[in-house]
Nanobody, 118 residues
Framework: QVHLVESGGGVVQPGGSLRLSCATSREIFSINTMGWYRQPPGKQRELVAY???????DYADFVKGRFTISRDNARNTMYLQMNNLKPEDTAVYSCNGAVVRGIPIGYWGQGTQVTVSS
């Protein structure tokens, strides 16, 4: 059974920071491009960023310069460092274990809520 476990969400004030983590199995982590997606309230799920096994990254325009995606091969964990958070970043953030050209085709984690509010 494939598991992706996210953590690190919470409530933060505008301008604050959070770091999300997505831990999975070595089998998934070592061969797949992985990605972060989010679903704001009442909206469709959207791509945030993805990272390949050789650390090539791509970001949605609305997070460029604020968010950084990374992966730790020793821990089989992907991260999303989110800085200068804005209220419009409020969403459920989920990781996907296989991404092809930005399209999520793998298993999903359970999601973690990020709320940016003063």
């Amino acid at each position: 059974q494939v598991h992706l476990v996210e953590s690190g969400g919470g409530v933060v004030q505008p301008g604050g920071s959070l770091r999300l983590s997505c831990a999975t199995s070595r089998e998934i982590f070592s061969i797949n491009t992985m990605g972060w997606y989010r679903q704001p309230p009442g909206k469709q799920r959207e791509l945030v960023a993805y990272i390949s096994t050789n650390d090539t990254t791509d970001y949605a325009d609305f997070v460029k310069g604020r968010f950084t995606i990374s992966r730790d091969n020793a821990r089989n964990t992907m991260y999303l460092q989110m800085n200068n958070l804005k209220p419009e970043d409020t969403a459920v953030y989920s990781c996907n274990g296989a991404v092809v050209r930005g399209i999520p085709i793998g298993y999903w984690g359970q999601g973690t809520q990020v709320t940016v509010s003063s």
